[in-house]
């Protein structure tokens, strides 16, 4: 392999990550905000631009999927992610659903109802757990290490 | 890349899914009707010739997990999905599982026990969320776009 | 194709598998001990060594998801899986969570909540279904067939 150094993954993986975001924008038509971080192992079911919209500075965790068309009537029901969420890992969006700013939707939820602003949801179906949360850029809990976010990726 | 245009691309998957139930049918032992639309992405674990049997007009969306083996006594429990079914996206369907025919399985469900007959079940565990429900091919709802079937490949 | 036979085919996944082990202890500091089992579709988000311990002879079945990173706080919160386990296809073990030794993780499941040791949990929450069961190697129910453990990979 000639990938000699961790330095060297990183780069190739923040190139890989570029590419798959422009691609994202262009041929799948998802609509996003700055600032947000979307995992390459996210899988978006997108049929025309502006069926998904992804608000500021939120964070798309791995393994998570958004479908956007509800089967049963055969329409496309957009989905909505606010500003300053953090969708977690291994989580599922279904059609029609809009999520408000703010909120953290638990690593394996399925999400079948709109969520209020500022609330976690966890669960299949999801329920919401707590409101009223208040955090920060990728829906990090005030406190919580700006740094890090790399991570998540 | 050589993929010139869009309609180069759907060539290539067309073929490749042919390939791949092809492969399904001889190697790993599905049986499935006439007309069915099985995702690139579903994934069976299946040990020999009718552990898993699909009946026709049945659709089995992307990113969902068959299992049939029962970890717990160590047997092979086949599961059986009935004609006209649709599979939703990111669901699992647990060993010894029956589903009927006319179904819908909800984006995300985790199936444990039988499915009666022209029912919706979501969640984890799926519960019935609605009976007696009409459907036609590929478990489309009544008045739902035919043309529209081939985006859930 | 060079691979002729399912002999071939067998002795090439079991290297990849070696050599996936070998990769998960050294490069993301997953510490695991005698005779598991881990499937290659397996994620484990890990950031160093001892973020994620599995007891002896555990099986670790395919498209499970480990997430070690507390999102909210930003905190690694270590995971705990004890001996003769079995973690079910397609679940979900989420930041903190101890599972006790001989415990099994129904397919599907989202584990959020420390499980005590002897028990069934399934659902997302998990929830304990059945508690003092007995189990052998790899979570076997007691007659089950040892011999069939290569299926679960």
């Known amino acids: 392999m000639a990938l000699r150094s961790l330095n060297q993954l990183r780069t190739f993986r923040n190139t ?29 079911r997108s049929n025309q631009r502006g069926d998904i919209v992804v608000g500021d500075d939120t964070l798309i965790a791995f393994k998570t999927l958004f479908l956007t068309r509800d089967h049963r009537s055969g329409d496309v029901k957009p989905i909505r992610i606010g500003s300053r969420c953090f969708i977690g890992g291994g989580s599922t969006i ?44 990728l829906g990090r809990l005030k406190g919580a290490d700006e740094n890090t976010r790399v991570m998540y990726r």
């Not at 422009?22 to 041929?27: K, M, Q």
């Open 94 to 137: 279904l059609p029609g659903v809009s999520i408000g700013d703010e909120c953290i939707v638990g690593g394996g939820s399925v999400v079948f109802t709109d969520v209020p602003a500022r609330s976690i949801v966890v669960g299949n179906p999801a329920r919401v757990l707590r409101g009223d949360i208040e955090v920060g850029r």
């Open 16 to 44: 890989l990550i570029l590419l798959r975001n422009r691609w994202l924008t262009s041929r799948m038509g998802i609509v996003f905000g700055q600032g947000v971080s979307i995992s390459l192992s996210a899988r978006f």
